[in-house]
């Protein structure tokens, strides 16, 4: 029994051993990159050759932001958590239903689907960026509210964006058109026609 005793603890210890020296190990790979990378003239926080610059300068609404990015990080998350401007809505998070739609140099473009590194060189405009300069709506959102278009307002940032950049780009639509433009955008209320009805109604005012 003396002897039974013995052999388990010698493996207890064998045990006790094996892992300190794979921790140490784990330990001593993670520091090598710190210590090397100090004696090549590079601090921890600089970046490494092939890596992606987290400190971006982006231009929202006509604002440069200065705003840390990961590498994958969408600009609906930019948006939303790192610059504050909640306007721009996440719903399916899968580029399908266009409640997160933006303008990016006037074309609308899903921003949850968009990597905010990809837009460093461009202009971003959000739901915030259209009012005037006194704080006065767009006519496509004084047109929404006229024609009753929100119903639970969800989806209606991205309407707008949408319906926006049809505008800028075809002032004088046919409702086909109009329709055709913001099929990108998903209605759970299914207010279809009140949106249109908005498209036209600016349409007519612009």
């Known amino acids: 029994m003396f002897e039974k005793n013995k052999i388990l603890e010698k493996n207890r210890s064998s045990r006790r051993a094996f892992i300190k020296g794979v921790i140490a190990s784990g330990t001593a790979v993670s520091s090598s990159g710190y210590i090397f990378?100090?004696?090549?003239?590079?601090?921890?926080?600089?970046?490494?050759?092939?890596?992606?610059?987290?400190?971006?300068s982006l231009n929202v609404n006509g604002q440069t932001r200065?705003?840390?990015?990961?590498?994958?990080?969408?600009?609906?998350?930019?948006?939303?958590?790192?610059?504050?401007?909640?306007?721009?809505?996440?719903?399916?998070d899968r580029g399908e239903c266009g409640a997160c739609t933006l303008l990016v140099d006037g074309v609308p473009n899903y921003s949850c689907?968009?990597?905010?590194?990809?837009?460093?060189?461009?202009?971003?405009?959000?739901?915030?960026?259209?009012?005037g300069p006194n704080g006065e709506l767009h006519p496509v959102q004084q047109a929404m509210i006229d024609e009753l278009g929100p119903q639970c307002g969800f989806c209606t940032p991205g309407q707008?964006?949408?319906?926006?950049?049809?505008?800028?780009?075809?002032?004088?639509?046919?409702?086909?058109?109009?329709?055709?433009a913001m099929s990108g955008n998903l209605c759970r209320c299914g207010a279809y026609d009140h949106y249109l009805n908005s498209v036209m109604k600016a349409a007519e005012r612009s």
């Open 160 to 180: 707008i964006m949408s319906a926006v950049a049809l505008l800028e780009s075809n002032p004088n639509p046919s409702r086909d058109e109009a329709r055709q």
């Open 113 to 131: 689907s968009t990597l905010t590194h990809s837009v460093r060189d461009k202009q971003v405009t959000s739901i915030e960026g259209l009012q």
């Open 66 to 92: 200065r705003v840390d990015v990961l590498p994958n990080e969408t600009l609906a998350m930019t948006l939303r958590y790192k610059l504050g401007l909640t306007g721009t809505k996440l719903g399916c």
């Open 37 to 56: 990378g100090s004696l090549a003239g590079c601090s921890p926080d600089q970046s490494v050759l092939g890596s992606v610059e987290r400190l971006v």
